[in-house]
């Protein structure tokens, strides 16, 4: 899940050719509806998205779904949010 189109279909791109079968998700009620059904191995995510932000996406997957490996992908390079992301359970 990312802000950028771009991005997302990149990251999917990616992610189906390494075998694995992908879904997306346009804000974070939708990704965590997504966890919900489809039960994904692995969510990838940004921290600026609408309605939830990535931060709140990251603690509410780790809450409800902890089997789900959560990567977060971000552009911006800050020690404090990196360890933040940690924090709340980004793999």
Partial sequence: ??????????????????????????????ALNLCMTVRPEIVTLALDLPIMDGFEILKRIRKEFPEINCIVISSLENTEIMERCFR???T
């Fill in 1 to 30: 899940m990312d802000n950028s189109k771009h991005t997302a279909d990149t990251i999917e791109k990616y992610f189906e050719t390494e075998g694995y079968v992908t879904c997306s998700a346009e804000n974070g009620a939708g």
């Fill in 88 to 90: 709340f359970g980004a």
